[in-house]
């Protein structure tokens, strides 16, 4: 028995619909569903109100049962270097505004920066932002556990579902 299939059991053993239950765990009916069918976990806190309505031990809710394996999204990499170009941009473009407005004795300074802001704030702009695509790609070499079947990325020095080692 799984958790999903624990918390239907123990629902209609209390004579409870998923709307009853949703109502006493102030989540909706949906919500209930998906737990009950395996297609999403509630967090730990809430694992603890299901077992207080429930009047069942954690134990007893999540029964033997392997937690899947929880795999984080993969963050896109962002590439600073346009932000650093377009900031050094910003700021001659505010430094020879600057030199202008304060009537300084050295225009051509004060005109060099200005104009030399705006094209490091463009050049800034063009920067291409796919340079670090090949890092977040899911193109890591796979292999596949000669014991427990499953797939997992090749830098594992033992698979991550069965603990089978490699090294052996």
Same mark, same amino acid.
């Given at each position: 028995m799984n958790f999903?299939?624990?918390?239907?059991?123990?629902?209609?053993?209390?004579?409870? &619909? $998923? $709307?009853?239950?949703?109502?006493?765990?102030?989540?909706?009916? $949906? &919500?209930?569903?998906r737990w009950e069918n395996g297609s999403r976990y509630p967090d730990l806190i809430m694992a603890k109100k299901i077992t207080l309505v429930l009047g069942i031990s954690l134990d007893e809710l999540i029964p033997g049962q392997e937690v899947p394996e929880y795999t984080p999204p993969k963050e896109p990499i962002i590439d600073l270097s346009c932000v650093k170009v377009m900031l050094t941009g910003i700021f001659l473009l505010v430094l020879g505004t600057f030199l202008i407005t304060a009537d300084a004795g050295n225009m051509d300074f004060a005109a060099i920066c200005f104009i030399g802001g705006i094209i490091v704030f463009a050049v800034g702009l063009f920067i291409p932002q796919d340079r670090g695509k090949a890092i977040i790609d899911d193109t890591l070499p796979q292999r596949q556990c000669p014991k427990c079947g499953k797939d997992h990325d090749f830098d594992y020095p033992e698979c991550p579902h069965c603990g089978h080692s490699y090294n052996k």
């Open positions: 999903g299939e624990s918390i239907r059991k123990r629902r209609e053993e209390l004579g409870l &619909t $998923q $709307q009853d239950l949703a109502e006493k765990l102030f989540v909706s009916r $949906q &919500t209930v569903c």
